[in-house]
């Protein structure tokens, strides 16, 4: 079993920034990807950055250059540093883990104010 616990969501003005972090535990050998996807109300689930076990990473159109995703592997966390948020940022963000089945974690708010 895999658990995964992300902190850092909150309030935030357009412009600023917040970082989230998704801790992993349990059965984590073999981890092929982490990531961050979001989901806004009304709106499905999609993909916001992925880091691969191979280091190669995958952004949203809509992100890039503004969001960096990075791994701390001694601690099986993984980081998303959100920069120049925009009110369109504002969704749950969920944590994933790609290790054979697909795992996520309960989701955190971020909420950006224009």
């Known amino acids: 079993q895999v658990h995964l616990v992300e902190s850092g969501g909150g309030l935030v003005q357009a412009g600023g920034s917040l970082r989230l972090s998704c801790a992993a535990s349990?059965?984590?050998?073999?981890?092929?990807?982490m990531g961050w996807y979001r989901q806004a109300p009304g709106k499905q689930r999609e993909s916001v950055a992925l880091?691969?076990?191979?280091?190669?990473?995958n952004y949203a159109d809509s992100v890039k250059g503004r969001f960096t995703i990075s791994r701390d592997g001694a601690k099986n966390t993984v980081y998303l540093q959100m920069n120049s948020l925009k009110p369109e940022d504002t969704a749950v963000y969920y944590c994933?883990?790609?290790?054979?089945?697909?795992?996520w974690g309960q989701g955190t708010q971020v909420t950006v104010s224009s």
């Open positions: 994933f883990l790609r290790r054979g089945a697909d795992y």
């Open positions: 349990g059965n984590i050998i073999g981890i092929n990807t």
């Open positions: 880091l691969t076990i191979f280091g190669t990473t």
